[in-house]
């Protein structure tokens, strides 16, 4: 067979290409190098891929997980895209609780991949989605519920720290100096960085926050207003780069104007986050984060309540 | 006309802890303007140095996005309630 040939969506995950940035890097030394590794070119459309294969994958191998079990957990939307892919294609069962505003293209990937989604109240955000998610568990008396909990699962670090973060090293040849990405469970920025640590230990990790609890930038997290994800470390990273969203909005449309790249806010965030990092630099290889495309944002026009039932889009 | 706003957790820090505060207001335009004499702080989070509402924020009139109906010159009648809806977070 081929190598272009897989056997399951699930082979289809990571070694996703980097692009060099020209145009946004305008008035950089040409030495400082800026990339953007593109997570849309994942079979799910984004970063999410990996965690949600791996979390399965490990649940598969020693039993917490089985055909006769549903898949639960809550989400912004991208690792629910990931798990019903992949539970699609393994033929199990996935029910996603996600707060009712999620934008309406990804309520309709999710319905094309046959998931089931618990909508949680939209001005409690993804933290209301969590507390959702814990209630349907207290109250199942089935056991039927598979719990992947992407916040706490140390599984999620581990798919950055098994494919990112060695495809990095690998594909800068081991110059990478910075890596960058948003903070939202947080996995892209522990897992990577533990690779890193190893394998190109002067690379300094840089995770990007919104700069207040109320922001626009979809998919990260202000962790001081939220549940802080248990797989996070303040010592997994370096560096914070504080994001205002109009920043990283802006970023965003250039991004899309001047380098042909159509991606998601946190993406945007990313990207400036690392120009900044660049500045001041006299050479270096910094490689950012884009999460997802740009395709998936769309505000609801119509406002929905929280679902206590488990209802079709 | 006495409207209900909704105001979403991530934000409830600076409305006392409420999750509803009350407004006498005829469109979207005045609530913000009632919102910023009862709560600057909350109705600052919202506004840009020009006053203007900042991009990002998307306010639904009951369950319609304002963007859709007639922006901030929405008009709104007695009993309505204006969500201040956010973003979603990571994951």
């Known amino acids: 067979m081929s190598e272009q040939v897989s056997a399951s969506v699930l082979d289809l995950v990571g070694n996703t290409p980097m692009v060099r940035l020209r145009g946004v890097t305008a008035g950089l030394p040409e030495r400082v ?45 991208n690792t629910g895209v990931a798990y019903a892919m992949f539970c699609a294609a393994l033929g199990i069962e996935a029910h996603l609780v996600m707060p009712s505003n999620v934008s309406q293209p990804r309520k309709e990937l999710i319905a094309a991949y046959g998931a089931k989604i618990i909508f949680s109240d939209p001005l409690e955000g993804s ?7 814990h209630q349907v568990l207290a109250d199942d008396r089935t056991g039927r519920y598979f719990y ?24 800068t040849q081991g110059r990478v100096t910075h890596f960058v990405a948003g903070l939202g469970t947080t996995g892209t920025v522990m897992g990577t960085g533990r ?16 700069d207040a609890a109320f922001h626009g930038l979809e998919g990260l997290k202000h962790l001081e207003s939220s549940i802080v994800p248990a797989i996070y470390e303040a010592s997994g ?14 970023m ?31 050479e270096g290889v910094i490689v950012c984060i884009c999460c997802d495309h740009g395709d998936r944002y769309f505000d609801p026009r119509k406002l929905q309540r929280s679902s206590a039932a488990v209802a079709h889009v | 006309m006495a409207i209900t706003i909704r ?3 991530a934000l409830r820090k600076l409305s006392g802890g409420l999750d509803r505060v009350p407004a006498e207001a005829g469109t979207v335009r005045e609530v913000i303007a009632a919102l910023g004499l009862s709560h600057p702080a909350l109705a600052a989070q919202l506004l840009d140095e020009a006053g203007n509402l900042r991009s990002f924020i998307n306010l639904y009139a009951n369950e319609d996005s304002i ?12 009993g309505d309630d204006l969500s201040i809806v956010p973003a979603i977070a990571g994951g």
Do not use: C
Not at chain 1, 197 to 207: D, K, M, Q
Not at chain 2, 67 to 78: F, M, Q
């Open chain 2, 67 to 78: 963007k859709e109906l007639n922006g901030l010159d929405t008009v709104l009648k007695s």
């Open chain 1, 127 to 133: 933290d209301g989605a969590i507390e959702l998610a």
């Open chain 1, 195 to 210: 690779a890193l640590r190893r394998l190109a230990p002067a690379a300094r990790i840089v995770g990007v926050q919104p």
């Open chain 1, 252 to 282: 965003r449309e250039r991004l899309g104007r001047e380098e042909g790249l159509v991606v998601g806010h946190s993406s945007g965030a990313s990207v400036e986050a690392a120009l900044r990092v660049a500045q001041g630099l006299t």
């Open chain 1, 33 to 77: 190098e800026v990339y953007a590794k593109l997570e849309y070119f994942n079979p799910g459309g984004s970063v999410k891929d990996r965690a949600a294969r791996q979390m399965i994958l490990e649940a598969l191998a020693d039993g917490r997980l089985s055909r006769d079990k549903v898949l639960i957990d809550s989400t912004s939307g």
């Open chain 2, 7 to 9: 105001i979403p957790t």
């Open chain 1, 237 to 250: 990273h370096d560096q914070t780069v504080w994001m205002g969203t109009e920043a990283g909005w802006a």
């Open chain 1, 148 to 171: 992947p909990d992407q916040y706490s699962n140390p599984a999620n670090p581990r798919a950055h720290e098994l494919t990112t973060g060695p495809e990095i090293v690998r594909d």
